[in-house]
């Protein structure tokens, strides 16, 4: 049952006097599979400490094309991207609940329930794609015979097609939080009890399953053979992200490569295909669809790095779950793989295991001394940077439209890096 067999393997400390400071760090080699700006002054509290930012910014930021400085500047009315296609989201939720009827009450029921609940909140992967068409909607080439009427018709024709892909992008995705939590044994899932502490790990398997069913059928329905490829492809990435996280040698837990790698296939691939399939559908080139494909990936890489970061830094009220969940389920993430480089003692208490709570007060303790969350998130920032060059390297166009979603995905990368939730 596509994912339902992983969901039968299963998977408090305070830092006191310390202050997290941001300031340069070595260029560090990062992965890219499947091929700037400002951090803001405000400080974070990290468990009763500060974290602070210096005035003095990583190398990148001036070395590179200053996208972001750049955009900011077109951006003359504070483009809210969320806004932009707010009546296609509230369309799309329609279809979702639609989509996920069953003839069993209650496994109907467990479907709809995180869209019920509202725990999808903005709906992020949905946006982005739904700006990522627009945002390649530049007029190909037609055949002089084509008439206005029959142009339009293609035009609304595609957008359904394409607002299609959000959908099934949305339903994978809340198929894979679905099992994600029975394999974590979360009660939690922003704020409400998760589906498997409510319904039992069983019905959240099968909820996440007929999800995933439905995806296909969708899918099916689209009759592109590329576009199936890529999001069959996605299914299997997930499967794999998440084995390798639970079956990962010592050397490879403590790699930054094998990190990159098991976050991209949990957490990129399906941003990253979802935008392809988006270009490819509009029938753009290997070229302008690869441009797609590199702004997803990017955008999913920082995306997950923040969320790496406020699990540290976060509280359960900005979270909707608890914080240090991974280190508490034994996952290291990027900014305790920082702070080994520069602590390499922190390996031997690694390697003692982190169910005792002693352990992980002194794990806390080292990356209070070392710059690993700084790192984490300049990284982030060096993934936005080069998802909006992505986005500033598409075709060029005069259409304000196309323009103003461009900026949008653009703000996007700043609003992943910046937020606090």
């Known amino acids: ?15 006191s006097g310390c202050r997290w400071l941001l300031s340069h760090h070595p260029h560090h080699r990062f992965l890219s599979p499947g091929s700037s700006h400002s951090l803001g002054d405000s400080a974070l509290k990290v468990f009763g400490c500060r974290e602070t930012y210096s005035s003095s910014l990583p190398a990148f930021y001036t070395d590179r094309r200053n996208i972001h400085h750049q955009s900011s500047s077109l951006v003359e009315d504070q483009l809210d991207p969320f806004s ?9 939720a329609n279809r979702l609940r639609a989509m996920v009827v069953a003839e069993v009450p209650k496994l109907a029921s467990a479907a709809e329930y995180f869209f019920k609940m509202g725990v999808e909140g903005k709906r992020f992967r949905p946006t982005v794609l739904l700006l990522m068409a627009t945002a390649l909607n530049v007029r190909l080439p037609q055949p002089t015979s084509v008439v206005v009427g029959d142009t339009l018709a293609a035009e609304a024709e595609l957008r359904s097609r394409q607002q299609s892909i959000a959908e099934i992008t949305e339903m ?30 069983k019905v959240a398997v099968l909820a996440g399953d007929f999800l995933l069913s439905r995806a296909c059928v969708a899918l099916a329905a689209l009759k592109n053979t590329e576009v199936v490829s890529l999001l069959a492809t996605v299914v299997e990435h997930l499967v794999t992200g998440e084995t390798m996280q639970m079956t990962s040698t010592t050397d490879q837990r403590y790699s930054m490569d094998h990190y990159l790698q098991k976050t991209y296939y949990k957490t990129a691939s399906l941003i990253s295909h979802s935008c392809k399939s988006i270009a ?12 797609a494909f590199e702004y997803g990936k990017n955008l999913g890489l920082a995306f997950q790095l923040i969320d790496d970061v406020l699990d540290f830094t976060g509280t359960s009220a900005s ?3 608890g914080s240090l969940s991974d280190i508490r389920h034994g996952i290291i993430t990027a900014p305790i793989l920082f702070a080994m480089e520069e602590f390499p003692q922190l390996r031997t208490v690694l390697d ?24 984490t998130r300049e990284l982030a920032a060096k993934h936005a ?6 986005i500033n390297s598409l075709p060029e166009t005069e259409d304000e439209e196309v323009r103003r979603s ?12 910046t937020r606090n939730k």
Do not use: C
């Open 84 to 92: 932009l296609v707010a009546d296609e989201l509230s369309h799309i």
């Open 280 to 291: 490819l559908l509009a029938g753009h080139t290997a070229e302008v669809a690869l441009l």
């Open 1 to 15: 049952m596509l994912l339902s067999r992983l969901a039968r393997l299963s998977r408090n400390g305070t830092v």
């Open 385 to 390: 940077d080069l998802a909006a060059s992505a």
């Open 352 to 375: 003692r295991g982190l169910d005792k709570p002693e352990n992980i007060e002194i794990v806390l303790e080292y990356l209070g001394k070392s710059r690993g969350i700084q790192r």
């Open 319 to 321: 979270l909707g779950k």
């Open 406 to 417: 461009r900026r949008a995905l653009v703000d996007l990368t700043h609003r992943v890096i």
């Open 172 to 201: 994978i995705h809340v198929a894979s939080l679905l099992h994600d939590d029975v394999l974590d044994d979360a009660d939690t899932r922003r704020g409400i009890g998760s589906l498997n502490f409510v319904m039992g790990n």
